[in-house]
Nanobody
Framework: VQLQASGGGLVQAGESLRLSCIAS????????MGWFRQGPGKEREFVAN????????YYADSVKGRFTISRDKGKQTVFLHMDSLKPEDTAVYYC???????????WGMGTQVTVSS
């Protein structure tokens, strides 16, 4: 399985963006997929996760209430809808997948999100 992320860009604070991550290959219902991000000079951090089968979602406190993760099983795609973006959301966003949130073994190439103030 390979992951391909897209949808990043340059926006102003308060605006929205939607990231997409397409998986080539079968995703098992027990798998988890989600997003991490790495800002300038920062370590990679968790953003959001969704269990492929049940659709259960988890969010970092920093994005809770602003970001929404969802999936389209038919299109093998995970989305990250980001509202009320802040400059501190500026980062390279990475799509990942694995057996669980703490065990991502597959990663896509990152997509840059830049939020100007």
């Amino acid at each position: 399985v390979q992951l391909q992320a897209s949808g990043g860009g340059l926006v102003q604070a308060g605006e929205s963006l939607r990231l997409s991550c397409i998986a080539s290959g079968r995703i098992f219902s027990s798998a988890s997929m989600g997003w991490f991000r790495q800002g300038p000079g920062k370590e990679r951090e968790f953003v959001a996760n969704i269990r492929w089968g049940a659709g259960t979602t988890y969010y970092a406190d920093s994005v809770k209430g602003r970001f929404t993760i969802s999936r389209d099983k038919g299109k093998q795609t995970v989305f990250l809808h980001m509202d009320s973006l802040k400059p501190e959301d500026t980062a390279v966003y990475y799509c990942g997948a694995g057996a669980s949130l703490g065990d991502y073994t597959l990663w896509g190439m990152g997509t840059q999100v830049t939020v100007s103030s």
